[in-house]
T-cell receptor, first 113, second 112 residues
């Protein structure tokens, strides 16, 4: 499947700081998704993006579908301790059967009070 | 059900044994997916079902891995002659009409 490069690999920040992470793909994607995974749980959807250039917010989270359709970013504003977890970008192109997603390797976020 | 349910949540087995992992998708979701997640990695696609048939099994690593979904709802992932390298979290997901995958909590497999 397509390779997704997600960065940074990990972040260690203080409560109240803003966070930015991004993802690039080797091919054009039709959909970008951002998931969060807590220990012992499956990934939970945060934001879904369906159109190039789309900017979507969900509370303190904002994500954008890049114009080139090969990248996406996720921003978290005013981080709080419960933001701790692993954030994954995911997406699919027209070559993915049945909307099966390709995932990045994740960004591990630690927030100190 | 309200969410995707996976059992067992944890399975410890010995090398060479046979293992079955079960997934009960969200009611009404016709598409079901299995993923494998190794430590420190993102989920990797294994197989996708549309209804009862495996529409794409290109992610299965070898012929020791097999999955079924006989009635188009519950699915079982079967692993024969388990190896230590099979140790991972096996995630199941089902898909809504918005083309978004909803995941279960996973089955953690440890092969000793």
């Amino acid at each position: 499947g397509q390779q997704l490069n997600q960065s940074p690999q990990s972040m260690f920040i203080q409560e109240g700081e803003d966070v930015s992470m991004n993802c690039t793909s080797s091919s054009i994607f039709n959909t970008w998704l951002w998931y969060k995974q807590d220990p012992g749980e499956g990934p939970v959807l945060l934001i879904a993006l369906y159109k190039a250039g789309e900017l979507t917010s969900n509370g303190r989270l904002t994500a954008q579908f890049g114009i080139t359709r090969k990248d996406s970013f996720l921003n978290i504003s005013a981080s709080i301790p419960s933001d701790v977890g692993i954030y994954f970008c995911a997406g699919y192109s027209s070559s993915n059967s049945g909307y099966a997603l390709n995932f990045g390797k994740g960004t591990s976020l630690l927030v100190t009070p | 059900g309200a969410g995707v349910s996976q059992t067992p949540s944890n399975k410890v087995t010995e090398k060479g044994k046979y293992v079955e992992l079960r997934c009960d998708p969200i009611s009404g979701h016709t598409a079901l997916y299995w993923y494998r997640q190794s430590l420190g990695q993102g989920p990797e696609f294994l197989i996708y079902f549309q209804g009862t048939g495996a529409a794409d099994d290109s992610g299965l690593p070898n012929d020791r891995f097999f999955a079924v979904r006989p009635e188009g709802s519950v699915s079982t992932l079967k692993i024969q002659r388990t190896e230590r390298g099979d140790s991972a979290v096996y995630l199941c997901a089902s898909r809504s009409g918005a083309n978004v995958l909803t995941f279960g909590a996973g089955s953690r497999l440890t092969v000793l």
